[in-house]
T-cell receptor, first 114, second 112 residues
């Protein structure tokens, strides 16, 4: 699996958009970009994933650059409950257990402030 | 509605005393995973089941075993816990390899 690079921490004001960057310069053509988050003392929670097109769901938007070497997770109106560690993971879609694994990096700790 | 349930949420065991953590799911997912998360670290996959097929990660210590008696339940057995096994243990499920994983709240294990 390709590795990802994320800033260790970020702050965001409540009500503003939170933009979390992720670099994945060695991503392969069959690898998707996944985002999970982990609120303190809880299990990780799936947010969104994409291959090359931008994606949006009720939680967030995912913007992937045209060369697919980086992406940004956008929380459009951050709340205090969005304070968490955000993990960007690249993961192939294939038919074996190896390609299906989630390999977590250190993530970005997002602190949403009042 | 809880979908991935882990019991207990907190477990204290003594050094060397076997301990079992349990996970159950109401999602009828094919795949169940166990992760270990030590303090201030990211979750690390220990092993997983696809239906009854067991897949062990290469660096998972032999001290860790797992059982999946049916689709809904999966157990993590630590045969002889050491102080270094103190961690949060996370169970997750997914429909298949390429689907998103749903995590339980975790069991925090303390070894005294």
């Amino acid at each position: 699996d390709a590795k990802t690079t994320q800033p260790p921490s970020m702050d965001c004001a409540e009500g503003r958009a939170a933009n979390l960057p992720c670099n994945h310069s060695t991503i392969s053509g069959n690898e998707y970009v996944y985002w999970y988050r982990q609120i303190h003392s809880q299990g990780p929670q799936y947010i969104i994933h994409g291959l090359k097109n931008n994606e949006t769901n009720e939680m967030a938007s995912l913007i992937i650059t045209e060369d697919r070497k980086s992406s940004t997770l956008i929380l459009p109106h951050a709340t205090l409950r969005d304070t968490a560690v955000y993990y960007c993971i690249v993961r192939a879609h294939g038919g074996s257990s190896n390609t299906g694994k989630l390999i977590f990096g250190q993530g970005t700790t997002l602190q949403v402030k009042p | 509605d809880a979908m991935v349930i882990q019991n207990p949420r907190y477990q204290v065991t003594q050094f060397g005393k076997p301990v079992t953590l349990s996970c159950s799911q109401t999602l009828n997912h094919n795949v169940m995973y166990w992760y270990q998360q030590k303090s201030s670290q990211a979750p690390k996959l220990l092993f997983h089941y696809y239906d009854k097929d067991f897949n062990n990660e290469a660096d998972t210590p032999d001290n860790f075993q797992s059982r999946r008696p049916n689709t809904s339940f999966c157990f993590l057995d630590i045969r002889s816990p050491g102080l270094g096994d103190a961690a949060m243990y996370l169970c997750a499920t997914s429909r298949g390899w390429t689907y998103e994983q749903y995590f339980g709240p975790g069991t925090r294990l303390t070894v005294t």
